[in-house]
């Protein structure tokens, strides 16, 4: 167990373009965990999730900045007196090994004895689930199998950090809703400061104590899931957290209501306070599609649209409708009577929405109460 800390963090590949500083792999990174913390990154493909965790591991040099590992400056320490043990998407098991030698290689390495490793590797196999599986060869196994041995193989280790890159991205979907709880319950065990990739939003929301939302290389947000999802700092965050994404429509801001075609909000004492500080009158309004309802059409808050597309999922009903040159998703409860063609008119409480500044994108009047956002700038 240990504190992570990364300090401006930075990694610029040689063969990256010369001139802007937008072309770090990584930049400026800053957090500090918590010992034991479960830190989950998360952004598009690209954003630098995995840089970053090489940075950490010691397997890339970062080129600025600082990283301490129980306060201890390892920029000279080579990856495997780091002390971390990592988990990737592809687990690399060696074939001709058994999983219990897979699971003791490293102890083998660092020559410790039998009757230890035994031990360990026992231990590891039961929290696992896989003590029937020790004599097994990979090939023998299934994805989930593997997969379980490889976290075994971090396990025996005892690290002080755990890196884990994508390492259920193999996996069919219900296998990795299953260890995905399985990996939140070993943490919970064993209690190990862990950096957690993945760029899967689902995942990220349900694992993270804290997740790290990256966009190009740049921290966008840091915050519990919570946070994320109520008090993005950004569109991006905005629209990248929470499962459909956000709507987005492009307003104009008078007299305390954003309004354009097709729709019209009155803003809440939070959104009025904030904008009445503020010159400028376009904004985005974010709404999120479950916060949309069935409203009527001489309400002060509506949306009103042609209906494109319905989806009756069971437990909810998905709706768009193009409103203006905007398609708004609605997550309607249950069986709705909806038809394609229909005119809709939808609702959202003013207390629901999120107004985003049109240039630089921030969000205008609602902050996390953590304010441990890390913006970048627009
Ligand atoms: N060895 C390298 N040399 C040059 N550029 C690299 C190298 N490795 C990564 N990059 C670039 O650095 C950026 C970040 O890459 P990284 O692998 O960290 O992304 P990621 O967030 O892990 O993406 P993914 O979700 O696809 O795994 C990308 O633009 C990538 O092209
Ligand atoms: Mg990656």
Redesign the pocket.
Known sequence: MAIVELKNVA?R????HKGSSSNN??DNFNLVTRDGEFVVLV????????????MIAGLERNTGGEILIGGKDVSQVPPKERDIAMVFQSYALYPHMSVAENMGFSLRLKKRPAEEIKQKIDEAAQTLGIEHLLDRKPRELSGGQRQRVALGRAIVRNPQVFLM??PLSNLDAKLRVDMRAEIVKLHKRLNVTTFY?T?DQVEAMTMGERIVV?KD?EIQQIDTPINLYDFPANRFVAGFIGNPSMNFLRARHADGAVSGPGFAFTLDAAHTQAMASRRVVDVWVGVRPEHLRIGDAAGANRVEGTVDVVETLGAVTMVQLSVGEHVVTAQLPGHQTVRIGDTLTLTCDSDKLHLFDSESELAIGRESAAASSATAEA
Do not use: L
Not at 43 to 54: F, L
């Open positions: 990694k590949y040689e063969s990256q792999a990584v952004g598009p493909s690209g954003c630098g999730k995995s840089t970053t965790m090489r890159d994508e990739v760029h990256m290389g």
